[in-house]
Each structure stands twice: as structure tokens, then as C-alpha cells.
């Protein structure tokens, strides 16, 4: 049976892999679309990356400040001192890393502490963009488009339209996925998440869990680092505005939405609530309605994400997941008045037995 | 042999000593209780000798190596293993899974190795498996495999616990009240894991509060009070003494 699960597993990542290599096509080359999954892919890279943070039972709300390290580590490299952007790229992950290796091994602080530093630390991160003349301070920096590769006598990828990018972020979209999974899944996600569940305990059968959580702090702001590195040429220009503890913020509500408890969870998440900003109607302001109503409805409906849906029906039956999740959340006063009204209306008492 | 050296070991909390210049051995083989009433430093000692907590002065001396100030991690897997009174199980982990990872210590790939599945972490995981079957077999806890470790009922999860710290080939495990709020037959059941423990070639040290239990486990027992060493000795010796009866049972009014 478990091979068979497998395999499914596999036909299902098959599939979805051709569909999403032929998508240029089959939408073809709808601009918007294609912005939209670049977009979506960007997400997916920052969301289940921190995630993987999450796992080892930190919060952390400071992603964004590594994907800005990211993106102007790689605009600077390139504009100023002239590198490849592909070792600009490469360079960004390692800065971001570095950087984050530091800021975790500088804040010995745990819990609530750790995650108003991390969320000060991309104000930080922030401010001091804005005040470094050399960084741009307030005002956009330009990056060029990624140098084109040529293979001889074959072909050449010039990064002309977001075909290209579209391209580039699936390839960065399933490393970051393939590694992450393996992690999780190995003896160190096994570890990483003792750490979680008990850090006595997993101090107690070896396991450092200072050093386990500082290295898995650094790994996730490689990846945020890339996608930085990645951001700053797709978007042309990017600015302080860019990296505000806002966007760290909806970070977090893609994890919540999606399930932050499952691998597949952010990655769920980031893609709708990327998809929800970029198709609903309205710009701007009403961005931050959409978000509001879509965390509150996860939390109050469905608090294991919408990774959780396919569970939670099987287990409960469509048409009584809402309700029976009313009924749990509903004070028990509020519940007895509207049983009572209802048996009073002659209601059937079957159904308002419990 | 004597495994553990502990001397002049003091903790204060504040202005209060908990532990106060304790000085004891353990010896390689045996089975050490250490008793007191409530708030005579037990495992305020034990969290000094595990890392846990940072000692005031004194030292700790296990295999030769003064392991004072040491993480507990490093003083894990030098072989000094310990279980705790509460939070004894991963509880979102099945008991498999728990004792698996309580053989943490004796992978000898990198994390690299167990992440990319390299042949020799698939070999060592193999080894491992087979090594994490045969201690649940041996404690009894094999028909709970597949169980999620908080679904399993008090008793088994002090069981668990006892596992997960065996699991790491302790040279000298530390048991915190094993057998705390426990039922009889659960307490018969974990006062047969210490013998087959010892069995192992494990040397234990027991704090116990039931001093019934103490003085059936224990070849050799310390007794505590307000963080001071008042008696050593085997049970026999321990219960006819004048300290220990006024620490349990209060002084006598008439003196």
C-alpha cells in the first residue's frame, strides 16, 4: 500500500510539472498571468522557507530583511563592481546566510524575545538602505537583466520577457522545495523538530539545539537571499519600499492560510493568496481587506490551513464542517440559547441532541 | 570504579542555597537512590549534573573529565543520560519515531549524510532501525510502535521516556522520579525496566520521593535535606538513622 501511495504521489508530480513547464504556452503568454506565477513562485520560495524556521519551533518575522540583503547584494555586485549576475546571484544566498548565521548567533534570546528582535531587525535592515547614500538611500536602484547563457551552437536564454524569469523561478521554485523536503524528512527535520516539541528533552539525548536552530536560521535565509537576488532584475528596480515589515507580515498569513503546520501548507498558501491580491477586483488599500478576511476565515473555520480541507471533509462530511466548527467555536451559553429557540420552534430533537 | 565524583557542589537561588556543598560518588554498576522530602535540591542536583542549571560552586567529575558548565547536549553524549519528571516524550512523534531519535548520538554521518540519502546514511538509518526495533522489544514497548507518544497513557510514557534516554547508551542514566502519580502495577512495570537497566550494564541514580521504592531499587542511597547531605549508606543503614526520621517525620516536640 505504501508503495502505491507513492507512486500516486509521483503520477500527481509528473503531471503537475509538465503542466507548469507547458504553462508559457497554454496561457500564451498572457503577461499578467505569467507576473502572477513568477510572483507566486517568489512567494512559495519566502514562505516555505520560513517555514522551515517555524519547524524548529521559532517564529521568525523577519524573512524579508534576507531577501532585501538578497536583492541588493546582488544589485550592487553587479552595478558597481561589474560581476556576473549569476555570481552575483549566488553571492546574494551566501551574503543573506552569512548575515542571518551572525544575527543568530549574536541573539541568544528565545521565544517572544527572538521574534520582536527578527522583527526589528528588518526595520533595521530597512533604515539603513534608506540613510546609505551608496545603497540608493530612499530612491530605486536599477538592476540590469541576469547575463545571457549561451551554450555554443545550441541556443542562447536572453532575458528578454518574463518567459525567461518564468523559467528561471520554477527551476529556483523546486531546488528550494527538493531541499527543504529532505531536511524535513531526514534525521535532522526529525531532530529539528524534537528541538521544537521539547528543548530539554532533545538537549538531553544530544542534540545541540543552539547550533541546530542557528544553522537552520541560515539555510532559510540563503533561500530568502535568492529569491532576493532573483527579485531585483525581474522587478528592474527595487527600493526600501520594497522590504517593509508588511511584506513579512504576509509572509506569515500565506503560512497561516495555507498551514503552517505541513510542508505543502505555504506552499498552498502563498499561491492563493498571491493569486487573491493579483485577480481581485481593486488595488492597494483593499489588498490588506482581502488578506484580513482570508486569515480570519482560516483561523476560525479551518485552523489547520487549506492544506487541511481534504481531511477535514473526509472526516466531517462537507455540509457539516462549518457547522460543527461553529459549534465548537460558539461560547456554550450562546450555543444552549440557540438550541433552546430552536427546539422551541419545534425543531426535530435529533439534530440539536449534542 | 567510581564513575561520578561530585564535589562541594552549591546552588543558590537568589540567597538561598538549594544544594549546598554535596559531596558524593557513584560507582560503576550500581544502583544510587537519592531521597529527601519535598524541596530538599533532588533534581535541583540532578539539572546541575546534566547542564541544565549552572552550579554555584563545586565540581562534577564523570569519566575522568570535569564536565562543570558543559551543555547539556555535550555532556549527553559524553554519557551521562537523564529522563524528567514532566515532559518525558516528542509527544507529536509516534514511539518509533521517539526512540529513533534517541539514538541521535549514535549516528556517525554529518547532517548532510541523513539529507541528500547518501549510501552510507541509508546503511547507518538500516542499522539504526534494526537498533530502535530490539530496545522496544526489550522494554515492552514494541506493540505502541506505530502509537502517537502523547496518545499513550501515563505509564508508557514514562516507559517512552526511559527508552529515549536509553537510547542514547548512556554510561550513567539519571532518573527523576520515575515512578511519580503512578499506579501500582505501573510502578511494578518501570521497577522491572530499572533492574533490566542495570541488567544492560547501566548505572543508575534514582531520586525518589517513595522511600518504599527507594529502599527496594537502591544497592546504596544519599538522603537529602534543605539541600545538605544529612546520611549515605545501604537502606539498612539509612533507616535506622536519627537524621532521617527527623527529616521525614518532623523533630520531637519534647527536646
Known sequence: MAVRRISSTK???????AVLLAMPVIISQDPRLL???????????????????YFTGSVHFGHIAFYAIGAYTAVLLVTKLGVLFWFAFLAAGVVAGIVALAFAAATKVKGFYFTLLTLAFVEVVRLTITFTPALGASRAMRCPPPNPITIPHLFTIEFATRVEYYYFI???VAITLVVLYLIEKSQVGAALSGIAQSEPLAESIGINA???????FSI????????????????????????????????????????????????????????????????GAYENIYYAVAVLATLFFLPGGLVSLPRVVRQKGSKGMVSLRLRERLPKRVLASLVARREKQGGKGDTASR | MILLHVEGLTKYFGGLAAVKDLDFDVTKGEILGLIGPNGAGKTTVFNLLTG???????KVIFKGHDITGWKPSRIA??????????????????TYENVRLGHYLQQRNGGFHSIFRTRSARREEEELQHRTIELLERMGLIDVKDELASSLPQGLQRALGICIALATSPDLLLMDEPTAGMSAEETANIMAM???TRDMGVTIVLVEHNMKMAMGCSDRIVVLNFGEKIAEGTPEEIVGKEEVIEAYLGVRRSQ
Open chain 1, 11 to 17: 503520477v500527481i508530480l509528473t503531471l503537475l510539472a
Open chain 1, 35 to 53: 507576473h502572477t506565477f513568477v510572483m507566486a513562485g517568489l512567494a512559495i520560495i519566502l514562505a516555505t522557507s520560513n517555514r522551515l524556521v
Open chain 1, 170 to 172: 520554477l527551476v529556483l
Open chain 1, 210 to 216: 543552539a547550533r541546530h536552530k542557528v544553522l537552520t
Open chain 1, 220 to 283: 532559510c535565509a540563503v533561500f530568502a537571499g535568492l529569491a532576493g537576488a532573483f527579485y531585483a532584475p525581474y522587478a528592474t528596480v527595487i527600493g526600501p519600499s520594497n522590504f517593509t515589515i508588511w511584506a513579512s507580515v504576509i509572509i506569515w498569513f500565506q503560512m497561516v492560510v495555507g498551514g503552517a503546520d505541513s510542508f505543502w501548507g505555504p506552499v498552498i498558501g502563498a499561491v492563493s493568496l498571491v493569486f487573491l491580491r493579483e485577480f481581485m477586483p481593486g488595488t
Open chain 2, 52 to 58: 541544565f542549571d549552572r552550579r554555584s560552586r563545586g
Open chain 2, 77 to 94: 553524549a559524553l554519557g551521562l543520560a537523564r529522563t524528567f519528571q514532566i515532559v518525558n516524550v516528542f509527544g507529536n512523534q509516534t
Open chain 2, 194 to 196: 530499572i533492574q533490566q
